[in-house]
């Protein structure tokens, strides 16, 4: 009996442990997410600053080109946190299923002897899967950031022309 307990316990030490790997990333993705909005608002300040001089004065074409640059910033800043966003949800679809695996190893084990182990394992995959569907999308936003940041780094180097 009691090395039936101990076999249960680490069978659910894997979904446990990819549960706290799933922690990290999502707590890294959201320190993400958080920066592109800040940047997004920083950004649409600057912007509405910069029509309201426009309408009252007009602007230089230095102002004009940081203003061209703006928009096509944040229509990529949105892109990329469309891509943070889906990273998120995978990763917490990925706990969620993570979980049910750790409850289908226990309810086997405490009330429901003929729950098919397949059935844990399937949901194991799947919460496997749904982190790497995750990892794909965050792989992405690191490419659309450097893209964002390529835009930034031609306008300032523009400028010192």
């Known amino acids: 009996m009691e090395h039936d307990i101990v076999s249960v316990i680490q069978a659910m030490l894997a979904p446990g442990i990819m549960i706290s790997a799933c922690g990290l990333l999502l707590l890294a993705i959201n320190n993400k997410y ?5 940047r997004i608002r920083v950004l649409d300040e600057e912007k509405r600053k910069m029509k309201y001089q426009k309408k009252v004065s007009g602007l230089n074409d230095d102002e004009e080109n940081r203003f061209h640059s703006i928009s096509i910033q944040t229509k990529k800043l949105n892109r990329r946190m469309l891509l943070i966003r889906n990273a998120i949800i995978y990763y917490s679809i990925a706990v969620a299923l993570f979980l049910i695996s750790c409850l289908f190893i226990g309810l086997q ?3 429901m002897p003929d729950i098919s ?7 194991f995959l799947l919460g496997m899967l749904s982190v790497l569907i995750g990892i794909l999308y965050a792989i992405r936003e690191v490419f659309k950031g450097y893209d964002i940041m390529q835009i930034e780094i031609d306008y300032t180097e523009n400028l010192h022309k």
């Open 34 to 38: 958080s920066m592109v909005v800040n």
């Open 109 to 111: 084990y405490i009330v």
């Open 117 to 123: 182990r397949y059935t844990v394992v399937i949901f």
